[in-house]
């Protein structure tokens, strides 16, 4: 069974700061794991994912995450946050050896400051 | 990059009709299309999972008579909500898994914001 816990379900930062919005993850087997932000009434965008290959991911939007296996997280990080960053940003997981859906934390409401 | 198209965004209906959401991957073919339900401020719950040309799998808790699902096609899954009711009014989402395999991803479509009046 695979499990995803965002820590922090509203974080705020002044705009020009830096962004972390934490994320652990649980699976028994090398998991694949998603970020993805969501804009009011809108579907989910892919910011970055981690298929095992490289362990620092690059995304969109100067977005990057770390997986650490070691701690069980894949952080996501944005050196200086930008107004439009405002929205709900969603950790999420899935087993590659299965044809499971994703597994996904509670969310994130990342509040920009001016 | 991969689209998933889905429609209407909004709709609004009165109660005890029927309303389908439908959802076409654009460039790519989309073995399993996932159906997601979520409430305001909170996370994407599960409803169903289809794979093309077969039955969709409901989550528990999830009537699978009110929430009609149809894969009939790679491009085309179609979710109709039977009967609605206010209780229905939520934010439906449906996403698509890349057939060429799960390091593709999974693509979202935009949402629909069902009102039940």
């Known amino acids: 069974a695979q499990s995803v816990t965002q820590l922090g379900s509203h974080v705020s930062v002044s705009e020009g700061a830096l962004v972390l919005l934490r994320c652990n993850y649980s699976s028994s087997v090398p998991p694949y794991l998603f970020w993805y932000v969501q804009y009011p009434n809108q579907g989910l965008q892919l910011l970055l994912k981690y298929t095992s290959a490289a362990t620092l991911v690059k995304g969109i939007n100067g977005f990057e995450a770390e997986f650490k296996k070691s701690e069980t997280s894949f952080h996501l990080t944005k050196p200086s946050a930008h107004m439009s960053d405002a929205a709900e940003y969603f950790c999420?997981?899935?087993?590659?050896?299965?044809?499971?859906?994703?597994?996904f934390g509670s969310g994130t409401q990342l509040t920009v400051l001016p | 990059g991969a689209v998933v198209s889905q429609h209407p965004s909004w709709v609004i209906c009165k109660s005890g009709t029927s309303v389908k959401i439908e959802c076409r991957s654009l460039?790519?073919?989309?073995?399993?299309m996932f159906w997601y339900r979520q409430f305001p401020k909170q996370s994407l719950m599960l409803m169903a999972t289809s794979n093309e040309g077969s039955k969709a799998t409901y989550e528990q808790g999830v009537e699978k008579d009110k929430f009609l699902i149809n894969h009939a096609s790679l491009t085309l899954s179609t979710l109709t909500v039977t009967s609605a009711h206010p209780e229905d009014s939520s934010f439906y989402i449906c996403?698509?898994?890349?057939?060429?395999?799960?390091?593709?991803?999974?693509?979202f479509g935009s949402g629909t914001r069902l009102t039940v009046v």
């Open positions: 460039d790519f073919q989309a073995t399993t």
């Open positions: 996403s698509a898994r890349d057939g060429r395999g799960l390091g593709y991803g999974y693509t």
């Open positions: 999420a997981v899935s087993d590659p050896g299965s044809a499971r859906q994703l597994t």
